[in-house]
């Protein structure tokens, strides 16, 4: 029989779920919480199929048999009304969505993949190049000729990095779209074609091997705090990134077996990094240990210990001792690579204590060797040829400390 206003108002829920009948598939499902859901059974390709048509009493009886007529209406014609309400779903979707929403949540998806520094860096080129541009536009409407207006602007500032960054990710946020049906083209391909040309490349500037004992006889000279005087002198020794050291937490140093393991999370390539620590390198970690060792970090706030040293301290100090210029902290990483490829240390040794990626990728994937011993004596033999010719030079080794 069919429903009544009155069975619907009177129907109780029940220990399990159960249906009340209507006509031509319609029923009302009665939930163990007291739900009143309208549901049609259909069946489409052979298959037994349920739509939902909303819950009771906001859908009337009234309603939901147009409902179901409709649906009724979309079998005849060969249309399979569960799919057709989910197109359509997404099609309100898409007409009201907007650049903004699609970046957040592409870069939300990415964000676990990247190391820390790296999500930041997307999130603040986001927030001031692109979503305060075109983060109002409907996504659907954005054209490829607004796109390339849009990083020129950037590229105008002389900021070519960023301007690839940019591309970079605007392609990714349109893929992204396309694999979730939100966009049916990608206009942010080809973009590289009307690029900015490259400038020359320029590396970290940094000294010769032979410059170092006056670099480092200058640290002692020039008013800089003690933990920055620790700071660059870790950097020579270790050649590890200065954001991995500046960041770095006393937990993830055993100075008993001499190693220093970063993991994943806080690298660039996302694979832990395992630092072999020369014994100089050693020994200004203990005296580093009385300054700062009852805090979390190795080189704490001065001003908010519980958050790192400014990521400029390094390079203003360098400025201060006359190195404009010359010199970086990430400069130390180039010095290493540079004297210890021209002693012939084997490639794969150097670029993993520089933890970089294999740059042939296949071989990369495979390639999980850490070289952590023969490293640790490639460092050591660093650290004493530093020793060495600060000696000769009559300067005060490394191992002297602030």
Request: net charge positive.
């Amino acid at each position: 029989m069919a429903l009544t206003d009155s069975a619907l108002k009177a129907a109780k829920p029940k220990d399990k779920l159960y249906r009340l009948p209507d006509s031509n598939g319609l029923c009302l499902e009665v939930t163990t919480t007291g739900s009143k859901l309208w549901r049609y059974r259909y069946r489409f390709n052979d298959k037994a199929k349920m739509l939902a048509l909303g819950a009771y009493p906001a859908v009337t009886l009234l309603n939901a048999r147009q409902k179901r007529d409709e649906a009724r209406q979309q079998l005849i014609n060969g249309i399979d009304p569960g799919e057709q309400k989910k197109a359509n779903k997404l099609a309100q979707k898409v007409t009201g969505l907007t650049f903004e929403v699609l970046a957040r949540e592409w870069l939300e998806y990415n964000s676990p993949r990247w190391a820390d520094s790296t999500a930041r860096k997307a999130k603040l080129y986001l927030e001031n190049d692109l979503i305060a541009i075109i983060g109002a536009r409907p996504v659907k409407a954005i054209t490829r000729p607004e796109l390339v207006e849009l990083v020129r602007k950037v590229e105008a500032r002389g900021t070519l990095n960023a301007a690839g960054k940019i591309r970079q990710w605007l392609h990714q946020i349109f893929r992204y779209g396309l694999a979730g049906g939100v966009v049916d083209v990608n206009p942010a391909t080809d973009l590289g074609i009307v690029a900015a040309p490259a400038k020359a490349a320029r590396h970290h500037p940094h000294v010769t091997f032979a410059e170092l004992p006056e670099l480092l006889g200058k640290i002692d000279t020039t008013n800089i705090s003690a933990l920055t005087r620790c700071a660059i002198r870790l950097l020579t020794l270790t050649a590890v990134r200065p954001g991995e050291l500046r960041t770095a937490p006393w937990s993830e140093f055993d100075l008993d077996a001499a190693t220093w393991t970063i993991p994943k999370e806080r690298m660039k390539a996302r694979r832990q990094h395992v630092v072999p620590l020369p014994r100089q390198a050693v020994a200004i970690l203990r005296t580093l240990e009385e300054i700062s060792g009852s805090y979390p970090l190795l080189f704490p706030g001065q001003q908010k210990p519980d958050r790192p040293m400014s990521d400029n301290t390094i390079n203003k100090a360098l400025r201060l001792m006359g190195y404009e210029g010359r010199q970086t902290g990430h400069g130390f990483r180039h010095l290493l690579s540079t004297e210890l490829n021209g002693r012939g240390y084997n490639k794969d040794w150097i670029e993993r204590q520089l933890a970089h990626g294999d740059s042939d990728e296949i071989r990369g994937t495979y390639n999980h060797a850490t070289y952590l011993e023969q490293r640790r004596e490639m460092m050591q033999a660093w650290a004493d040829s530093i020793d060495a010719l600060c000696a000769g030079a009559n300067v005060v080794s490394i191992k002297r400390m602030a």
